[in-house]
């Protein structure tokens, strides 16, 4: 018989992980950050991408109102530096530029990250004091990526001065 509640002595029931129970929770866990991992690089490389291309859509519609509220020729254009307008079709950054006083004024800068390709206009996007173009433009946003059906949007500006972003799939090599 047992006395008034006393456990029996010994070590039933001890507490805690085995060995092999611990090795099987990191073979699973590695097994499923090894899935995992693939789908969040290209979910993030999406978002930048997206991101990018909406900020370049803005930058867009503001260099348009800037032109159309000030009465003067406004221009977005490529920049390496972030302080002026390049002359070259490949874009690392870009600006909204008023360049109708003796000394050009930037509105907005932007400098894209590294990972990001930008191409546009050489000469860049010049909205008339209407808020209107010359001729309609656009600009390509591309992420080298090891998925190339999914790498770029291609924003177009019309003559209205309106711009779209869209993907661009099947021909995503980036320049």
């Known amino acids: 018989m047992r006395s008034g509640g006393r456990r029996p002595q010994g070590r039933i029931g001890a507490g805690g992980f085995s060995l092999v129970e611990l090795m099987v929770t990191v073979a699973v866990l590695a097994i499923l950050s090894a899935v995992a991992v693939p789908s969040m690089t290209g979910l993030i490389n999406a978002n930048r991408l997206s991101s990018a291309s909406s900020e ?17 020729q406004v221009k977005l254009c490529g920049t390496a530096d972030g302080a002026t307008c390049t002359k070259a079709a490949g874009w690392s950054g870009w600006l909204v530029i008023d360049e109708s006083g003796a000394k050009p004024e930037v509105l907005r800068t932007l400098v894209a ?63």
């Open 56 to 72: 370049l859509v803005a930058a867009v519609q503001f260099a348009r109102s800037e032109a159309v509220r000030r009465n003067v």
């Open 113 to 175: 990250p590294e990972s990001l390709q930008i191409s546009g206009p050489a000469n860049g996007v010049v909205f008339r004091p209407s808020g209107l173009l010359a001729a309609a433009s656009s600009l390509t946003v591309c992420m080298p990526t090891t998925n190339p059906s999914s790498n770029q949007r291609v924003i177009t500006i019309n003559v209205s001065g309106s711009a779209r972003s869209s993907s661009k799939d099947g021909k995503g090599q980036c320049a």
